[in-house]
DNA sequence: AATCCATCCAACCGCGGCAGG
DNA sequence: GCCTGCCGCGGTTGGATGGAT
Protein backbone atom coordinates (compact mmCIF):
# COMPACT_ATOMS: atom_id res chain seq x y z
CA UNK A 1 0.00 0.00 0.00
CA UNK A 2 0.86 3.57 -0.37
CA UNK A 3 2.15 5.54 2.02
CA UNK A 4 1.09 9.06 2.49
CA UNK A 5 3.41 11.28 -0.30
CA UNK A 6 6.00 13.29 1.37
CA UNK A 7 5.06 15.67 -0.97
CA UNK A 8 1.68 16.37 0.52
CA UNK A 9 1.02 20.06 1.38
CA UNK A 10 0.84 21.13 4.81
CA UNK A 11 -2.52 21.52 5.52
CA UNK A 12 -2.41 25.60 5.17
CA UNK A 13 -1.12 24.68 1.60
CA UNK A 14 -3.93 22.31 0.76
CA UNK A 15 -6.45 24.16 0.26
CA UNK A 16 -6.62 25.64 -3.86
CA UNK A 17 -4.64 28.98 -4.47
CA UNK A 18 -3.73 30.42 -6.94
CA UNK A 19 -0.28 31.32 -8.10
CA UNK A 20 0.99 34.92 -7.57
CA UNK A 21 3.14 36.94 -10.31
CA UNK A 22 5.87 37.03 -7.69
CA UNK A 23 5.71 32.58 -7.14
CA UNK A 24 5.60 32.61 -11.60
CA UNK A 25 8.62 34.16 -11.32
CA UNK A 26 10.68 32.74 -8.71
CA UNK A 27 9.11 29.02 -10.37
CA UNK A 28 10.31 30.56 -13.62
CA UNK A 29 13.88 31.96 -12.28
CA UNK A 30 14.63 28.73 -10.31
CA UNK A 31 14.20 26.52 -13.53
CA UNK A 32 15.76 28.43 -15.72
CA UNK A 33 18.99 28.52 -13.43
CA UNK A 34 18.76 24.97 -12.64
CA UNK A 35 16.59 23.20 -14.70
CA UNK A 36 13.66 20.40 -14.22
CA UNK A 37 13.82 18.19 -12.19
CA UNK A 38 14.55 17.41 -8.07
CA UNK A 39 10.67 18.85 -7.78
CA UNK A 40 10.22 17.61 -4.03
CA UNK A 41 13.01 19.77 -3.05
CA UNK A 42 12.61 22.51 -5.68
CA UNK A 43 10.03 24.61 -3.29
CA UNK A 44 12.44 24.65 -0.67
CA UNK A 45 15.44 25.80 -2.86
CA UNK A 46 13.47 28.31 -4.78
CA UNK A 47 11.77 29.87 -1.85
CA UNK A 48 8.12 29.00 -2.62
CA UNK A 49 5.79 27.76 -0.01
CA UNK A 50 4.25 24.95 -2.65
CA UNK A 51 4.73 21.53 -2.80
CA UNK A 52 7.04 19.72 -5.33
CA UNK A 53 3.79 18.82 -7.46
CA UNK A 54 2.17 21.42 -7.98
CA UNK A 55 5.14 23.30 -8.90
CA UNK A 56 5.77 20.57 -11.47
CA UNK A 57 2.16 21.28 -12.64
CA UNK A 58 2.86 24.74 -12.82
CA UNK A 59 5.46 24.55 -14.47
CA UNK A 60 4.15 22.11 -17.23
CA UNK A 61 0.86 23.73 -17.36
CA UNK A 62 1.11 27.44 -17.65
CA UNK A 63 4.83 28.21 -17.46
CA UNK A 64 6.64 26.65 -20.04
CA UNK A 65 8.25 28.46 -22.96
CA UNK A 66 6.09 26.72 -25.43
CA UNK A 67 2.97 26.75 -24.12
CA UNK A 68 0.59 27.42 -26.62
CA UNK A 69 -2.82 29.42 -24.91
CA UNK A 70 -5.83 30.70 -26.92
CA UNK A 71 -8.71 28.50 -28.38
CA UNK A 72 -8.40 25.46 -29.98
CA UNK A 73 -8.91 25.52 -33.75
CA UNK A 74 -10.90 23.18 -35.66
CA UNK A 75 -8.54 21.25 -36.84
CA UNK A 76 -7.10 20.52 -33.12
CA UNK A 77 -10.67 19.64 -32.16
CA UNK A 78 -11.20 17.49 -34.77
CA UNK A 79 -7.98 15.90 -34.16
CA UNK A 80 -8.68 15.54 -30.18
CA UNK A 81 -12.22 13.87 -31.49
CA UNK A 82 -9.65 11.34 -33.68
CA UNK A 83 -7.31 10.41 -31.13
CA UNK A 84 -9.90 10.20 -28.11
CA UNK A 85 -11.50 7.76 -29.90
CA UNK A 86 -8.26 5.75 -30.63
CA UNK A 87 -7.26 6.07 -27.22
CA UNK A 88 -9.27 6.70 -24.98
CA UNK A 89 -8.74 9.32 -22.06
CA UNK A 90 -4.96 9.05 -22.17
CA UNK A 91 -4.87 13.04 -22.56
CA UNK A 92 -1.43 13.30 -22.27
CA UNK A 93 -0.89 10.72 -25.11
CA UNK A 94 -3.53 13.04 -27.20
CA UNK A 95 -1.91 16.43 -25.78
CA UNK A 96 1.84 14.99 -27.22
CA UNK A 97 0.21 14.88 -30.98
CA UNK A 98 -1.13 18.75 -30.13
CA UNK A 99 1.95 20.92 -30.09
CA UNK A 100 2.22 23.48 -27.20
CA UNK A 101 -1.35 21.90 -25.64
CA UNK A 102 -0.98 20.49 -22.32
CA UNK A 103 -2.90 17.33 -20.96
CA UNK A 104 -4.27 19.56 -18.53
CA UNK A 105 -6.17 21.99 -21.35
CA UNK A 106 -7.26 18.87 -23.71
CA UNK A 107 -8.60 17.52 -20.74
CA UNK A 108 -10.77 20.66 -19.98
CA UNK A 109 -11.65 21.12 -23.35
CA UNK A 110 -12.59 17.51 -23.84
CA UNK A 111 -15.07 17.68 -20.87
CA UNK A 112 -16.38 21.09 -21.43
CA UNK A 113 -17.02 21.60 -24.87
CA UNK A 114 -15.93 18.34 -27.03
CA UNK A 115 -17.99 16.38 -24.77
CA UNK A 116 -21.19 18.02 -24.76
CA UNK A 117 -21.14 18.71 -27.95
CA UNK A 118 -21.21 14.85 -29.31
CA UNK A 119 -23.62 14.42 -26.89
CA UNK A 120 -25.89 16.67 -28.42
CA UNK A 121 -25.40 15.32 -32.00
CA UNK A 122 -26.53 12.30 -30.34
CA UNK A 123 -23.35 10.13 -29.58
CA UNK A 124 -22.91 7.42 -26.62
CA UNK A 125 -21.49 9.46 -23.68
CA UNK A 126 -17.75 9.76 -25.22
CA UNK A 127 -16.68 10.32 -21.92
CA UNK A 128 -15.90 6.99 -20.83
CA UNK A 129 -12.71 5.91 -18.94
CA UNK A 130 -10.24 3.91 -20.88
CA UNK A 131 -11.97 0.69 -19.94
CA UNK A 132 -13.86 0.70 -23.17
CA UNK A 133 -12.56 2.79 -25.70
CA UNK A 134 -14.29 3.00 -28.92
CA UNK A 135 -13.55 0.19 -31.38
CA UNK A 136 -12.63 2.39 -34.54
CA UNK A 137 -11.74 -0.73 -37.14
CA UNK A 138 -15.06 0.06 -38.71
CA UNK A 139 -14.27 3.44 -39.58
CA UNK A 140 -13.39 4.77 -42.81
CA UNK A 141 -9.54 6.04 -42.65
CA UNK A 142 -10.12 9.21 -45.30
CA UNK A 143 -8.26 12.28 -44.23
CA UNK A 144 -10.94 14.88 -43.53
CA UNK A 145 -10.55 18.39 -42.23
CA UNK A 146 -14.23 18.46 -41.31
CA UNK A 147 -14.97 17.95 -37.81
CA UNK A 148 -18.66 17.15 -39.11
CA UNK A 149 -17.47 14.12 -41.13
CA UNK A 150 -15.63 12.94 -38.39
CA UNK A 151 -18.46 13.11 -35.95
CA UNK A 152 -19.93 11.20 -38.45
CA UNK A 153 -17.48 8.65 -38.41
CA UNK A 154 -18.08 8.15 -34.70
CA UNK A 155 -21.71 7.75 -35.21
CA UNK A 156 -20.83 4.07 -35.93
CA UNK A 157 -18.36 3.48 -33.02
CA UNK A 158 -19.48 0.79 -30.30
CA UNK A 159 -17.30 0.10 -27.38
CA UNK A 160 -15.68 -2.77 -27.00
CA UNK A 161 -15.15 -5.67 -24.88
CA UNK A 162 -11.15 -5.78 -25.70
CA UNK A 163 -9.02 -2.50 -25.62
CA UNK A 164 -8.02 -2.69 -29.48
CA UNK A 165 -8.04 -0.09 -31.79
CA UNK A 166 -6.72 -0.40 -35.64
CA UNK A 167 -4.28 1.83 -36.55
CA UNK A 168 -5.56 1.00 -40.45
CA UNK A 169 -8.34 3.29 -39.22
CA UNK A 170 -5.95 6.39 -39.41
CA UNK A 171 -3.23 6.02 -41.79
CA UNK A 172 -2.57 9.70 -41.10
CA UNK A 173 -1.68 9.54 -37.29
CA UNK A 174 1.51 9.31 -36.52
CA UNK A 175 1.20 7.64 -33.15
CA UNK A 176 5.05 7.47 -32.67
CA UNK A 177 5.40 10.12 -29.69
CA UNK A 178 8.83 9.70 -29.01
CA UNK A 179 11.12 9.97 -31.27
CA UNK A 180 9.48 11.77 -34.78
CA UNK A 181 8.54 15.39 -35.00
CA UNK A 182 5.42 16.06 -34.80
CA UNK A 183 3.10 15.97 -38.11
CA UNK A 184 0.00 17.72 -37.61
CA UNK A 185 -0.36 20.40 -39.56
CA UNK A 186 -2.94 22.67 -37.97
CA UNK A 187 -2.75 26.08 -37.61
CA UNK A 188 -0.13 28.04 -36.55
CA UNK A 189 -1.77 30.64 -33.89
C1' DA B 1 -29.44 45.69 -8.63
C1' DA B 2 -29.49 41.28 -6.59
C1' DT B 3 -29.61 36.54 -6.80
C1' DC B 4 -29.31 32.14 -8.92
C1' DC B 5 -27.37 28.92 -11.94
C1' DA B 6 -24.32 26.95 -15.35
C1' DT B 7 -19.90 26.81 -17.24
C1' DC B 8 -14.98 27.03 -17.44
C1' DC B 9 -10.53 25.92 -16.02
C1' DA B 10 -6.64 26.17 -12.66
C1' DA B 11 -5.26 23.49 -9.08
C1' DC B 12 -5.36 19.52 -6.18
C1' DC B 13 -5.65 14.51 -5.08
C1' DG B 14 -4.81 9.72 -5.33
C1' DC B 15 -2.80 6.20 -7.64
C1' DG B 16 0.31 3.33 -10.71
C1' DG B 17 4.79 2.71 -12.72
C1' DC B 18 9.42 2.71 -12.17
C1' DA B 19 14.15 3.09 -10.33
C1' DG B 20 17.42 2.76 -6.77
C1' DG B 21 18.96 1.00 -2.40
C1' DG C 1 11.87 -9.53 -3.41
C1' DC C 2 10.76 -5.57 -0.59
C1' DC C 3 10.72 -0.79 0.62
C1' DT C 4 11.03 3.94 -0.36
C1' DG C 5 10.79 7.95 -3.08
C1' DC C 6 9.97 10.33 -7.40
C1' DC C 7 7.48 11.14 -11.61
C1' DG C 8 3.59 11.43 -14.33
C1' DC C 9 -1.11 10.52 -15.23
C1' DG C 10 -6.28 10.85 -15.04
C1' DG C 11 -10.12 12.21 -12.18
C1' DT C 12 -12.14 15.59 -9.33
C1' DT C 13 -12.87 19.89 -7.00
C1' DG C 14 -13.89 24.57 -6.18
C1' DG C 15 -13.30 29.51 -7.24
C1' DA C 16 -14.19 32.84 -10.79
C1' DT C 17 -17.01 34.42 -14.23
C1' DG C 18 -20.91 35.42 -17.07
C1' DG C 19 -25.65 34.86 -18.44
C1' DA C 20 -30.46 34.38 -17.04
C1' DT C 21 -34.17 35.58 -14.13
Same mark, same amino acid.
Given at each position: ??????????????????????????? !??????????? &???????????????????? &???????? !??R??????????? !?????????? &????????????D??????W???????? !?????R???????????????????????????????????T?????????????????????????????
Amino acid at each position: MRRPSSQKPSSSDSQKRSWSKEEDQKL !IDYIQKHGEGC &WPSLPQAAGLRRCGKSCRLR &WLNYLKPD !IKRGDFGEDEEDLI !IRLHALLGNR &WSLIAGRLPGRTDNEVKNYWNSHIRKKL !IQMGHRDPNNPRHHRFNVGSVKSEPSNSVNNNIEDHKVLEPTSKPEFNLNAFPDLNLDLTLTAYCYSGDDR
